[in-house]
């Protein structure tokens, strides 16, 4: 089965959230599973000089006005061979690969996306540069929405996946892009990619692929709904039969606390030994007071609304007022940004706030804090909380999306034992003081050193690899393939 997975980011080449991660892991999970894999991604700056040697196939003409080169090399410590679409004017500047540095997202993003979607389309029809022709596609977020209306304007053979790894990123434009984008007239409407009088890369996707996933079984129904489902509820609900909800998986070997070399120590569920000095290095890497008794409490995440975090802020002086310790690494809203700044000001060697992206601190908080938060509004896989899991990390999540289908809760029973199933705390309802309440209950396990190590050992004994997840996916393509 030949399969070009396309993405707009993959780890360890370019991040910017979770999406990296999965186009990191999920190629790699698939490959194993006897899949014949490329991954296609835009050549960001730098990215060419980050890979070995990649070798020049030729050059397409995608639109009009605009050429650009494809290179293959393969994937940085994996054999899977990766094409790289190489067009300076599109994609060697500075900033993110879809922001820039100073001014929020670039203008021409849906020239730069509207290339990828293009290309992949190109790769899957008879072509000068490779005679490899994939029989499917598999589109990840709105970045390649257009791929699958591509793909049917150029009558290609291939069958086509879109997933949704968060819809309330849509990739909605001006209509006049249409034009330069190579999109037909008729299709402008709303049994095309229209989207209120915008052209929509997410609509696209949701509307012209053969198959629809998102990243776990409660978001695929969430976004049914209006609360969840930003505008397209309807046309999911319409298309309910083709949308499957499979839930992501972790890289296991790069998310090891036996083997994580950015730990000054290691550990396992076997011997829990060590994680105690983890945190005692990281309290002094953030400085923060060396102390025991009271946990660690750990957000890595974009700093926004969605992700709850303002709800942490809230409550954030009766917690740190029970003499818990708080670490944050994440960037995002400016205003939220301010306001743990001006926490750990407030409470000096309490509380560490580190503003920005940093991949070695990541791994030392989710191995040096004891509890991660992660209140989100919505989720729709989020894998943090399953990092958490790997690393005796436990996670306090909201009950929603891939956070309810990954995290257990449960409650300590009369004589002091934990369920069985128990491997984190679940919040029952979304709101500052459900997550105060949940805290404490946390703060309460904790304080019993052999109910802490019981729930430790419980979720690192979960299965979060991706290996059950390539399943599904490989049964969805066969789906596909078959019909």
């Not at 979770?18 to 999970?29: E, I, Q, R, T, Y």
């Not at 979304?430 to 946390?442: C, I």
């Not at 050992?457 to 290996?467: F, G, N, R, T």
Request: contains cysteine; negative net charge.
């Amino acid at each position: 089965m030949r399969l070009l997975f396309v993405t707009s980011e993959i780890f360890p080449l370019i991040k910017t959230g979770g999406l990296a991660d999965v186009s990191g892991a999920l190629p790699a999970a698939l490959c194993n599973a006897g899949l014949d894999i490329q991954v296609l991604l835009p050549a960001y700056r730098g990215i060419l000089a980050q890979c070995d040697s990649p070798r020049l196939l030729g050059s397409l003409q995608a639109f009009h006005d605009l050429r650009c080169d494809l290179y293959q090399t393969t994937l940085p410590g994996t054999v899977i061979p990766l094409l790289l679409i190489d067009c300076p004017a599109l994609y060697d500047r500075d900033g993110g690969p879809y922001h820039h540095p100073l001014h929020g997202e670039w203008q021409d993003n849906p020239l730069r996306f509207g290339l990828l979607s293009k290309v992949a389309a190109m790769l899957s029809v008879p072509n000068s540069l490779q005679h490899w022709q994939p029989e499917l596609v598999h589109c990840n977020d709105w970045q390649s929405g257009l791929t699958p209306y591509y793909l049917r304007q150029l009558s290609s053979p291939a069958k086509s996946v879109f997933s949704i790894h968060n819809l309330a990123f849509q990739g909605n434009f001006h209509a006049d892009w249409r034009h330069q984008l190579m999109l037909s007239e008729q299709d402008f409407q709303p049994a095309g990619y229209e989207f209120y009088g915008h052209l929509s890369f997410m609509k696209a996707g949701l509307y012209y692929a053969d198959a629809l996933s998102t990243v776990s079984p409660t978001y695929a129904k969430e976004i049914q709904t209006e609360q969840f489902g930003f505008g397209f509820q309807g046309l999911l609900q319409h298309r309910a039969h083709d949308l499957t909800g499979i839930l992501n998986g972790i890289d296991t070997q790069v998310w090891d606390p036996a083997t994580d070399p950015y730990l000054p120590v290691h550990y396992s569920a076997h011997s829990l030994a060590n994680k105690p000095l983890v945190k005692q290095a990281l309290q002094a890497e953030l400085h923060l007071q060396q102390q025991a008794t009271s946990p660690l409490l750990g957000v890595v995440s974009r700093l926004t609304h969605q992700k709850g975090l303002d709800m942490l802020v809230d409550i954030a002086h009766e917690v740190l007022a029970s003499g818990c310790q708080l670490a944050v690494l994440g960037s995002g809203e400016p205003a939220l940004e301010q306001q743990y700044l001006a926490l750990m000001r407030q409470y000096p060697g309490q509380v560490a706030v580190t503003i920005g992206y940093n991949e070695p601190l990541s791994h030392r908080i989710m191995a040096g804090t004891d509890i991660f938060v992660m209140p989100s509004r919505f989720e729709p896989c989020g894998l943090n909380q399953m990092y958490g899991l790997r690393y005796g990390t436990i996670p306090l999540v909201a009950n929603t999306g891939g956070l309810a289908d990954s995290v257990q809760g449960g409650v300590v029973a009369a004589d002091g034992t934990l369920a069985e199933t128990m491997t984190g705390l679940v919040m029952p309802e979304n709101n500052p003081s459900t997550l105060l309440v949940t805290l404490k209950q946390a703060m309460l396990i904790y304080a019993n050193s052999g109910q802490w190590q019981q729930l430790q050992k419980q979720a690192m004994q979960q299965d979060v690899s991706w290996e059950t997840s390539a399943e599904h996916y490989f049964q969805l393509y066969q789906n596909l393939i078959d019909i």
